[in-house]
């Protein structure tokens, strides 16, 4: 691993954004969201996949100039089509769409059919958290994760985003800027694929069992897991309901694709659907009240008994905003590796 200042490591990633046909506006926005996903430490799903992306729009998978558009609407909900551009961008306009609709109806949804991968999902729930609002999101993936009961795979490991704004001054609402908002960001797998190559890189086991190896039998080997294609759901059984229910749900609102239907090789991985909700809290309470919710359910979080001394529990996004700072102050962690793949695509 090296360190890059955050600036350097945008203004990469942006070149290379830029000799892929994005536009300079897109490609820039492009490279900010990936840029921050390094920062906050999730490296899996940063720079990591630039590479496929790259290939992708090689393949004519993902069109890099397209944008997205509405489709239909009703109230605060809305259908656009994503035109199988660059997800990121598809998913972050989606996002801001829906927080407009929150804004001025209390709630707003978003259903984004036929786009591509979004990479960081947590993404979209820091956008609407930032910007004072709740959010739920999730998307469909292709088939790889098997049923409950099933060897082979049939349902996507389909990750699922909660966010809850938690204010910095609840006796100075103004600009409103949430300072330490809860982000739950999970796969419906117990670990990722990108989690799982990324284990496997390091040659380190999983620290719980992942997945099954050829025997059938649970194991940590991330290797074993990404060779039978056998991710543990999450609850086992109720990880494996939640992904059906999120992906035939997203598939309905967007009337786009469910994951039978999602073109199984990774470089074709296109025509996903999304669903991006936004709710505006303070419709409904005050920002005193809300912020006393949020800091309270965190106090009492961090005073339960932690099984390693001076460790306390944490909530979700806690970790994330350490390692931000961090990247910040020293430069941001990078594989050696997927640094290079990033130069090399932007000469």
């Known amino acids: 691993m090296r360190r890059i200042p955050f600036p350097e490591l945008q203004s990469t990633i942006e070149r290379a954004m830029l000799h892929l046909g994005l536009t300079p506006e ?23 996949r630039v590479p496929r992306f790259a290939e992708m729009v090689r393949l004519g998978s993902v069109h890099p100039q397209a944008t997205p558009e509405l489709v239909s609407s009703f109230g605060a909900i809305e259908r656009w089509t994503g035109n199988r551009g660059p997800g990121n961008l598809a998913a972050y306009a989606a996002m801001n769409r829906a927080i407009e609709l929150a804004k001025l109806h209390g709630l707003g949804a978003v259903a984004l059919a036929d786009t591509t991968h979004w990479q960081r999902a947590g993404t979209y729930g820091w956008q609407a958290a930032d910007s004072g609002l709740a959010a739920m999101c999730w998307t469909n993936t292709l088939a790889n994760l098997p049923p409950w009961g099933a060897t082979t795979p049939a349902l996507g490991n389909n990750p699922l985003v909660l966010a809850i ?74 990880g494996s309901g939640l992904s059906f229910a999120l992906d035939v749900l997203a598939a309905m609102l967007s009337g786009g694709r469910t994951a039978h239907q999602i073109p199984t090789d990774p470089l074709q991985e296109v025509g996903l659907s999304q669903i991006f909700l936004a709710i505006s809290p303070t419709s409904l309470g005050t920002i005193t009240e809300l912020n006393a919710i949020a800091t309270g359910a965190i106090n009492a979080l961090h005073a339960a008994t932690p099984v390693t001394p001076n460790h306390p529990a944490r909530y979700p996004g806690e970790a994330t905003l350490a390692t931000r700072q961090e990247s910040l102050r020293l430069g941001v962690p990078v594989d050696e590796t997927h640094w290079q793949c990033l130069l090399d695509l932007a000469k």
């Open 26 to 48: 897109r490609a820039a926005l492009s490279a900010r969201l990936t840029a921050e996903t390094d920062r906050d430490g999730v490296r899996t799903h940063g720079i990591a």
């Open 165 to 238: 704004p938690h204010f910095n001054d609840p006796n100075d609402p103004s600009p409103q800027k949430p300072s330490t908002p809860i982000v739950l960001d999970m796969a419906m797998s117990q670990f990722s694929y990108g989690t799982l190559a990324a284990y496997r890189e390091r040659g380190e086991q999983l620290p719980v069992p992942g997945g099954y190896d050829e025997s059938g039998a649970l194991t940590t080997d991330p290797a074993a897991i990404e060779r039978t294609t056998r991710p543990l759901p999450i609850g086992f059984w109720k």
